[in-house]
């Protein structure tokens, strides 16, 4: 897998979000807020390719977290991201 080329990440108060910059005039309808764990793994992830395997093992370098939390964190995020079209999936 491999995060679109071309998306940003922005700060936005205390937040992040995620926005597609050859889109022109954004669409706040396209405009994906991102917490601060999946922040940080979007950091770690982006511009390379990587696998459902390596996130989960990220989260759990990472964080105080069980494997069973991570693997389940991680299918919902790859999930919003798909949903999103934020991947590719290869």
């Known amino acids: 897998m491999r995060i ?3 998306l940003v990440l922005r700060r936005v108060g205390a937040g ?10 954004i669409d706040m309808a396209k405009v994906y ?3 601060e764990t999946a922040t940080w793994l979007w950091k770690e992830i982006v ?3 990587f696998t459902f395997d390596d996130m ?17 964190d991680v299918c919902e995020l790859i999930d919003s ?7 590719i999936v290869e």
Not at 16 to 22: G, H, T, Y
Not at 57 to 72: F, G, T
Not at 81 to 86: E, N, Y
């Open 16 to 25: 992040f979000i995620i926005i597609d910059p050859n889109k022109g005039v």
């Open 47 to 49: 511009n390379k390719d």
């Open 81 to 87: 991201f798909k949903k999103q079209d934020l991947l």
């Open 33 to 35: 807020i991102l917490n």
């Open 56 to 72: 989960i093992q990220l989260l759990l370098n990472r964080y105080a977290v069980s494997e069973e939390q991570a693997r389940k």
């Open 4 to 6: 679109k080329k071309d």
